[in-house]
């Protein structure tokens, strides 16, 4: 692990999971994007994590026009890392998800471990008949039937595919499975240490938020890795600030934002991606850490440079 005390903190400004008519908070249009990702830069993110989304009706897109009017205004505005997904959302070939990182060469983009269920279906509930647009109570209930497909063979594509491009990886582990799986990339020479693993709890069909489970994804990855990666944590809904102040504690860094969580204590939606930074930011130098510029970021993880992107 780093000998830096410094924590990195990300923030997911958007993601593919909840859906507009969840939140009249969460990013849809581009400029409400960067308006998102910079907002969250000036609270302390190191590293913001990048979704698009069709302006009109808020529903995920993956194609390299919708994410260009917002990656440059960023980049200008702010000195934050810039990681865009390869996940796009569980409905979409790898193909088409790999093609923005391919195109504008980012310093981080994630990339999942494994083919699993995602199971988004029990927010309809929560939600039903307040749905403002007619993707999204199909697009939450297909998940019910349907997987997250990341086979070997798709993330031998990602990574061959962002081979020449000096970009690292955001290694999205949603489970035991996966770090083994990394594992194998890694002994085959496909993806370069410093690793920065981002360990994922909280999601149906993936590993849950028990402290237990935060303790297993670390001792394992510590055990497959050791000094060769740099941990990170992010929480689904209500574990994200307890797991990201457990990890904090642990030596590791954080991931918040609005594709995680749409709130900010039980009953109040977080009315910004910046107010969920705010508060991951206090509870890490209530513990005496200090957070990590983009800079210093930009250290740990062995970037290349936010002068080497295609944007």
């Not at 890392?81 to 390869?86: A, F, M, Q, R, S």
């Not at 959302?89 to 990339?111: D, G, Q």
């Not at 939600?127 to 403002?132: A, E, R, V």
Request: some cysteine; charged content about 20%; proline content about 6%.
């Amino acid at each position: 692990m780093a000998k830096s005390r410094k924590v990195i903190i990300t923030c997911a400004v958007t993601g593919a999971i909840h859906t507009p008519s969840m939140s009249p908070y969460l990013p849809i249009t581009p400029q409400e994007i960067a308006d998102a990702a910079i907002g969250a830069a000036e609270a302390g993110a190191a590293v913001v994590h990048l979704h698009a989304r069709n302006p009109k009706d808020g529903k995920p897109d993956q194609s390299p026009e919708a994410f260009a009017p917002f990656l440059k205004v960023i980049k200008q505005r702010c000195d934050a890392v810039i990681n865009i997904t390869t996940g796009g959302a569980p409905t979409m070939m790898v193909e088409e998800r790999v093609r923005p990182a391919a195109t504008f060469k980012p310093e981080v983009a994630s990339l999942n471990m494994g083919t699993m269920n995602f199971g988004l279906y029990p927010m309809i509930e929560r939600f039903k008949g307040k749905f403002k647009h007619d993707w999204e109570e199909p697009y939450l209930e297909g998940s019910r039937k349907g997987m997250f497909k990341n086979t070997l063979a798709d993330i031998e594509y990602i990574l061959t595919t962002c081979s020449e491009n000096g970009t690292r990886f955001e290694v999205e582990c949603y489970d035991i499975g996966h770090l083994y799986t990394l594992s194998h990339f890694a002994d085959r020479g496909l993806i370069k240490p410093p690793l920065f693993v981002q360990s994922v709890f909280g999601i149906l069909g993936g590993i849950g938020g028990h402290p237990e489970d935060v303790m297993q994804m670390r001792r394992t990855a510590d055990r497959l890795f050791g000094d060769d990666y740099r941990w990170s944590v992010l929480g689904a809904g209500r574990n994200q600030m307890p797991i990201a102040a457990m990890a904090a504690a642990m030596g590791g860094n954080v991931r918040v934002g609005l594709e995680d969580s749409l709130w900010l204590g039980a009953g109040k939606l977080a009315e910004s991606n910046a107010a969920q930074v705010r508060n991951v930011r206090q509870i890490i130098e209530n513990l005496g850490l200090e957070i990590a510029s983009p800079a210093e970021a930009r250290d740990i993880l062995s970037l290349k440079g936010g002068d080497k992107v295609a944007f």
